[in-house]
């Protein structure tokens, strides 16, 4: 039964973690870190690529700074010569990475922020059976609601690996406060063939995971920060 493995990482750290996870950052991503301007974002983007090289690390079996990422077309990142597949997301100071064997994968999280929902962001990009839904729902729902809509929009179109090529208003997801979280009409994908989960965060944010796989299903792990999603 393969595993997807979802990591929750702080995207703090004192200067002596903050050193190490630099020293195993391959010499372009140090490039990266330092052309930042402000320290906080540099301090983020070093915590998380890191972390990301220690936890794939593991399910190789080699040292962090060997792990070596080449990307897709459309910049996705993914190991070459490899079965692990693995997608990150981060905002307000939290990641989740994600990995995988044997199984395309896309996760995203988000600060909420009402003004999203208010704004005319939904009629943008949300396909119209979405923007229906949600505008049909009380005004003081509509914020969850939008927020259920994107992070699974955006898992989605990350697990395809398409980024901008892929419209958001190009497929369907479920939205409203009593339906699980689905993909309702995709492209070449099955939507049968596809697993979407909302992922328990703290308030203030929502998450969601997408895989291919006919069924997904949430696993506690001992570790806090750890969770695993089998697909079933």
Not at 160 to 189: C, E, K, N, Y
Request: hydrophobic share 45%; proline share 6%.
């Amino acid at each position: 039964m393969p595993a997807i493995d979802i990591y929750t990482v702080r995207l703090e750290a004192d200067a002596a973690h903050l050193d190490s996870l630099y020293e195993i950052l391959a010499p372009q991503e140090r490039e990266r870190a330092m052309r930042f301007r402000f320290a906080e974002h540099r301090r983020e983007f070093i915590v998380c690529r890191g972390t990301l090289r220690e936890i794939l690390a593991r399910h190789l079996d080699l040292h962090p700074a060997r792990i070596a990422f080449a990307y897709n077309r459309h910049g996705k990142p993914y190991l070459r010569d490899s079965e692990v597949q693995f997608n990150v997301s981060h905002s307000g100071g939290w990641a989740l990475q994600a990995v995988a064997r044997d199984c395309e994968v896309g996760i995203d999280i988000e600060r909420i922020d009402s003004r999203f929902a208010r704004d005319q962001i939904p009629e943008r990009f949300f396909s119209p059976r979405e923007v229906a839904q949600l505008r049909a729902l009380p005004a003081d729902r509509q914020t969850a609601a939008f927020f259920r809509c994107w992070t699974r929009k955006e898992a989605y179109i990350k697990a395809r690996g398409l980024g901008l090529a892929l419209a958001l208003d190009s497929f369907d997801v479920s939205l409203g406060p009593d339906d699980p979280p689905a993909l309702m009409r995709a492209g070449d994908w099955s939507v049968q063939d596809v697993s979407a989960r909302d992922f328990n965060f703290p308030s203030g944010y929502a998450a969601a995971v997408v895989a291919e796989g006919s069924a997904l299903s949430v696993v506690s792990c001992p570790a806090p920060e750890v969770n695993a999603l089998l697909l079933a």
